[in-house]
């Protein structure tokens, strides 16, 4: 088959490597009908993170199962399946309280890497969740962006406690922020102020339900969100970026009382402990539980009343998945789709 493997920063390659197999009864097998580059490994092949490469990447995938072990119970062979990107058993206490991501037998989801044409998965019957039947073409964009950045947007604004009432501010414009932004009117929050400075990101905000944009960073951007909510600062803060500039301006726009959901992978995130204890804000958040979420999202989307596959704004065959990472490191493209036909 053919993968992507990263071997150095910037270096990316779709090469010939071995079909998976079956190694534990509880794996299965997926060809792969679509797959995608996350933010998160920008992180990589921007020389951020080490690279232990040649390393295969992707962990965002939608597919039809091929193959079953002998305990593999909850999906079948045919059966069209959206997963996670921690593979999780959805039985011990903590996958039973909705954190599936800090399983106790957590994997990485997408054991062999999901871009490529088939992926192996750990702990299938925990993992994959099968749609309600074949999906038409046009959903499988929407039914990937449920695998990881839908399904940690919808855990931001969970975690952020969006709802109706509350005025939601989004630090970041990426495909996980804009979808926070989804995530959180229909979650039924009043008011969704969109922070971006990039006039096609805020379109799609707007599009996604974003009341307001906010243009401004850092000091001058929280002092804009205070602006607009009369001094206060918001209800409820997304935080979708992962840097200390991004953290502490979703702590600082958060009125007290108020919450902040975290889901940037954090970077040399230092919090100030005097100024936390004195703002009264509630923070919580990490590696999003998108099991947790995936029936619901996957019904949402079938039924057609969010379209959050809008956040691809590249499709791209998978023997171009360079120029997918290039698109999304110069910021030409908000999230690419690979093809794997």
Known sequence: MRGVLLHTPGDVRVEDREVPTIVEPTDAVLKVAAACVCGSDLWPYRGLEDVDGPAPMGHEYVGVVEQVGEDVQNVQVGDFVVGSFFASDNTCEICRSGYQTHCVNRQ????TGAQSEYVRVPLADGTLVATPGQPDPELIPSLLAASDVLGTGWFAAVAAEAGPGRTVAVVGDGAVGLLGVLAARHLGAERVIAMSRHADRQALAREFGA??????????????IKELTGGLGAHSVIEAVGTQESMMQAIRATRPGGHVGYVGVAHDVSLPGQELFFSGVHLHGGPAPVRRFLPEL????????????KVFDLTLPLEQAAEAYRAMDERRAIKVLLTTD
């Open 298 to 309: 996957i019904r949402l989307i079938w039924d057609r009343e969010i379209d959050p596959g």
């Open 108 to 111: 990485p989801g997408a054991a």
């Open 211 to 224: 009341t307001d944009i906010v243009e401004e960073r850092g000091d001058e951007g929280v002092a804009r």
